[in-house]
């Protein structure tokens, strides 16, 4: 029997991770750590918490099958719409975690907030935006940079309760938009790419420097 649409994970998801669909909470997280991502900010744009539950369809997880692509052999994430700008694109899911449980090997590692100590890591599992892929280097993008960044959101549940979240958001159109840049931020079957930042690539760079002088 075919399963129900919502309870199947989406297509190319690694049958070796689980498939999120709400966040889950490290055991190591104390009730400070709860209270306080879950006090609400008028400053973070607030969505419904049913938005949180995939499989998204507006993305899709679909293997790098070219050579020139920084993550040939991996997977990216891309647009099967066209997004608008500043849409969400896709809810950032994982384990919410301390800074004490932190896998320094993870790539998947976000804060969620920096000042209550709480990040979220999506290494061993998550959703679609995991594989969210940096913009650097990525073939024909003719010199555009990323066209989709992380943010943090309020996801608003029932009675006024709610939990702040990171989401991948698409890029808000530049005042010097013109034409369909005014109402596509990313186009169908477009990449959607984002910014690790200087700071990941910087530490990357140290720790292959690191591997190579034979350091542990
Ligand atoms: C959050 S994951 C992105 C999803 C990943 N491609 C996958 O299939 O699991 C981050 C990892 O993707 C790869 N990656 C993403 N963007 C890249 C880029 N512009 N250049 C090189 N590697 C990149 C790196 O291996 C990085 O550690």
């Known amino acids: 029997m075919r399963k129900p649409e919502k309870s199947r994970s989406p297509s190319n998801w690694p049958s070796s991770l689980p498939y999120l669909r709400s966040p889950i909470y490290s055991p190591s997280l104390t009730q400070a750590h709860l209270t306080a991502i879950r006090t609400p900010s008028e400053a973070l744009p607030s969505f419904p918490s049913s938005l949180l539950a995939g499989p998204h369809t507006n993305v899709r997880?679909?293997?790098?099958?070219?050579?020139?692509?920084?993550?040939?052999?991996?997977?990216?994430?891309?647009?099967?719409?066209?997004?608008?700008?500043?849409?969400?694109?896709?809810?950032?899911?994982?384990?919410?975690?301390?800074?004490?449980?932190?896998?320094?090997?993870?790539?998947?590692?976000?804060?969620?907030?920096?000042?209550?100590?709480?990040?979220?890591?999506?290494?061993?599992?998550?959703?679609?935006?995991?594989?969210?892929?940096?913009?650097?280097g990525v073939p024909g993008r003719d010199g555009k940079r990323q066209n989709a960044e992380f943010k943090e959101v309020w996801w608003a549940?029932?009675?006024?309760?709610?939990?702040?979240?990171?989401?991948?958001?698409?890029?808000?159109?530049?005042?010097?938009?013109?034409?369909?840049?005014?109402?596509?931020?990313?186009?169908?079957g477009e990449e959607i790419l984002v910014s690790y930042g200087k700071g990941f690539w910087d530490q990357r760079r140290d720790e292959e420097a690191g591997m190579e002088a034979g350091q542990l």
């Open 61 to 136: 997880i679909t293997p790098i099958t070219d050579p020139a692509h920084p993550a040939y052999k991996q997977a990216g994430l891309f647009a099967t719409r066209d997004l608008a700008p500043g849409e969400l694109a896709v809810p950032y899911l994982g384990e919410y975690h301390p800074s004490a449980t932190t896998d320094l090997t993870s790539d998947y590692d976000l804060w969620l907030d920096k000042s209550a100590d709480v990040a979220v890591d999506a290494a061993r599992m998550g959703n679609e935006a995991r594989f969210v892929n940096d913009y650097r």
């Open 157 to 188: 549940g029932k009675d006024g309760k709610g939990e702040k979240g990171m989401a991948v958001f698409v890029l808000p159109a530049g005042k010097r938009a013109v034409g369909r840049a005014k109402t596509v931020g990313i186009a169908k």
